[in-house]
């Protein structure tokens, strides 16, 4: 379990009172002086919102919190018809969230508590996705990047449909499925990794 000081302290350090909604799933096999968040999370601010992720640590023994966070989105804010068909080789960008401002607006978040290498291979995989440079609607884009660190993380990440393919209704899905456990992790345990 999460400690709930710790926990606590996490949220309020990251996400200014609003209204939002948060869930927690602990998938953390290890405890030690740090512990280590990602938090797959979206905000409003739009027709559809948008999708990113938070990564925290917090070192218990320095009394110290980090958080980096961030988002894909495409390169150039003309709309560029082809990226709604297609990949477009050049038109995506990984982009820093705390100098957007995204975390400040979060209205759901899913806050998983991980394991240390469990973080640091959910970090690889978001930079290898500002190496591709790729952006198209539905097949690259910030609600693809949020799926692509949940599976890093082996969680049963949803497929999107008519009902969650927005930022903010895929993040309601994933709180949905956490709450109920079906979000169950898919992965054998850290000794058998």
Not at 32 to 57: D, E, M, Q
Not at 154 to 183: C, E, F, I, N
Request: hydrophobic residues 45%.
């Amino acid at each position: 379990m999460v400690p709930l000081k710790a926990l606590i302290a996490f949220v309020f350090a990251l996400f200014p009172l609003s209204a939002q909604v948060l869930t927690t799933l602990d998938l953390s096999a290890t405890h030690g002086r740090k512990a280590y968040y990602v938090v797959l999370a979206s905000r409003g601010g739009s027709s559809t919102g948008h999708a990113f992720v938070v990564w925290g640590i917090e070192d218990d023994r320095r009394k110290m919190s980090s958080v980096e966070a961030l988002g894909l989105y495409p390169e150039n804010d003309a709309s560029n018809c082809a990226a709604l068909i297609h990949a477009v080789s050049g038109s995506g960008r990984v982009m820093d969230e705390m100098l957007n401002h995204s975390v400040q607006g979060i209205t759901y978040a899913l806050i998983v508590k991980v394991d240390e290498r469990d973080f640091k291979r959910s970090k690889r995989v978001a930079r290898e996705w500002d190496c591709k440079h790729e952006f198209s609607l539905l097949g690259r884009d910030c609600v693809e990047f949020l799926r692509a660190v949940g599976d890093s993380l082996h969680l049963k990440m949803p497929g999107r449909s008519l009902t969650r393919w927005t930022p903010q209704a895929y993040v309601r899905a994933l709180q949905a499925r956490a709450a109920d456990g079906t979000l169950a992790v898919d992965w054998q345990p850290a000794t058998a990794r």
